[in-house]
């Protein structure tokens, strides 16, 4: 299951939201930087790579809902050998091992600065879709609004990018 989660976080980080949506933002900007009057390329950007944001923000979030209950050591104790541990020994020993992996690692940190980022990049994407909804930014006249709301976003998805990259690889074992 580990190997799973492993799986779907390089999928999601590296994958998608790395060589993907950050690198067409990137693209997107400097469009947009180049040349600001083209709404086509700025239409463009939101037809296509907009909605996949919107594709993947559950799968971000339970990615970092579930990292803690897939890094830490307890769940070693569903696995040869440990699997064979007394049951007695297992009621005090798998909460012990938990909570020394928890203090003697950063993880802990790393999953709650991955959430901020996660929820801080959620809500400049709300924001940024809102007025796009409203049609509030696709103008030429807006177009210096449009560029501050994607740069502060891209700033946000690459804070969560690289918290998401920072997790542990495997299961530590303290």
Do not use: G
């Amino acid at each position: 299951m580990t190997k799973d989660w492993q799986r779907q976080r390089v999928n999601l980080n590296h994958s998608w939201l790395k060589n993907e949506f950050i690198c067409h933002l990137e693209a997107f900007l400097q469009r947009n930087e180049q040349d600001a009057q083209d709404m086509r390329k700025m239409q463009e950007f939101i037809n296509q790579d907009w909605p996949k944001w919107k594709a993947n923000i559950l799968e971000i979030k339970n990615l970092i809902d579930t990292a803690e209950e897939y890094l830490s050591p307890r769940r070693l104790f569903s696995e040869p050998p440990l699997k064979n541990c007394q049951v007695q020994t297992k009621e005090w020993l798998i909460d012990l091992i938990h909570k020394l992996w928890l203090f003697r690692t950063s993880t802990a940190e790393i999953i709650e600065e991955s959430r901020a980022a996660f929820f801080s990049s959620l809500h400049l994407f709300k924001n940024t879709n809102a007025a796009i909804e409203e049609n509030i930014i696709l103008s030429r006249e807006n177009s210096q609004l449009l560029k501050q709301m994607f740069e502060k976003l891209l700033n946000d998805v690459r804070r969560l990018s690289t918290c998401l990259a920072a997790m542990p690889h495997k299961i530590k074992v303290v």
